[in-house]
């Protein structure tokens, strides 16, 4: 109705939205505001519904821009001098291999001076050969894990990314895109300090020091940020909807955690190329810091 808060308004309008009909965004002005860092959208929705997420959701279905714009719109940025990176935000650029395939195709064609071009990637396939034919188009492959607990991931809505499935996955991706980035939350329901300890453990086990740890935060429309009592967590009710306590997961637990990210990242590179393990041969557990 007319009454309707602004906000499920605007929610409404954004869900009528046809994707598909958006016309070519990159102009040169625009690409003068968005200066050496370019964020652009090839499509919208997701067709998981992870709790914690809100990309997909039951109303939320998947559509993609008119493949004509996207190529004009990415000739555009590839074309720009002063571009370095190029971030593609679709919410997993697989979801379509002949999608993500079309992109990496346009990239080859059309950048001609150094840009990084990275994006998210689900990698659930059953064939995943077609990620050798994205090399020369992405440069970055990134992949959310978000915990290296298979309970927690079921739990949360990420059956099909199980860690059972993680090797597989390594197997298909490493040999090509031997800097995978990984993403990982703290402070979901029951990732406390050891889990995501236990996390981080498991990823540099597998060759794999590239990580991106997130404090999680009860994003507005998400099923976590609409049911806080059911999942048992306290959490801003307005921006920046930082979580601050869950089960399993005290204030202090977060805090602490969010000072173990804060010292990862500044060590980061003393886990490059194995040297975690070197460390574990004499003893020493590096993530113990």
């Known amino acids: 109705s007319d009454r309707a808060p602004r906000s499920v308004q605007r929610e409404r309008e954004r869900e009528a939205l046809d994707v598909s009909a958006l016309p070519a965004v990159m102009t040169p002005e625009n690409l003068r505001e968005m200066g050496s860092y370019v964020l652009y959208e090839t499509s919208r929705g997701c067709p998981f519904q992870c709790s914690f997420c809100n990309w997909g959701s039951q109303k939320a279905r998947l559509r993609s821009r ?5 190529e004009r719109d990415l000739r555009a940025i590839l074309e720009t001098p ?10 997993g650029l697989d979801i379509s291999k002949e999608h993500c395939l079309f992109l990496a195709d346009v990239i080859k064609r059309y950048r001609r001076h150094p840009v990084n071009v990275s994006g998210y990637f689900f ?25 290296a607990n298979d309970q927690k991931l079921s739990e949360m809505g ?8 993680f090797d597989r996955i390594l197997d298909a991706v490493l040999p090509h895109f031997p800097d995978l980035r990984v993403d990982l939350i703290f402070g979901l329901p029951g990732v406390g300090p050891k889990e995501l300890r236990d996390s981080v453990r498991f990823l540099l086990d597998k060759g794999i020091w590239l990580m991106n ?3 999680l935060i009860a994003i507005p429309g998400t099923d976590l940020a609409g049911n806080k ?18 089960p399993g997961c005290s204030i202090d637990d977060l805090y602490a955690m969010q000072q173990f990210k804060v010292n990862f990242d500044t060590l ?10 070197r460390a574990l041969a004499m003893g020493i557990d590096l ?3």
């Open 287 to 289: 993530v113990d810091f």
């Open 213 to 215: 740890l997130f404090r």
């Open 66 to 70: 008119n493949r004509e714009v996207i």
């Open 82 to 91: 002063t571009v370095t990176h190029l971030w593609i935000t679709d919410s």
């Open 229 to 246: 009592e059911s999942y048992g967590i306290v959490a801003d009710e307005d921006f920046p909807f930082n979580v601050y306590s869950a």
């Open 123 to 147: 990698l659930l396939h059953a064939d995943l050969s077609y990620v050798e034919k994205l090399r020369g188009g992405f440069d970055t492959l990134q992949l959310g894990l978000q915990t």
């Open 158 to 165: 990420r059956k099909a990314l199980s860690v059972e499935r």
């Open 268 to 277: 980061r590179e003393l886990f490059r190329g194995g040297t975690h393990q």
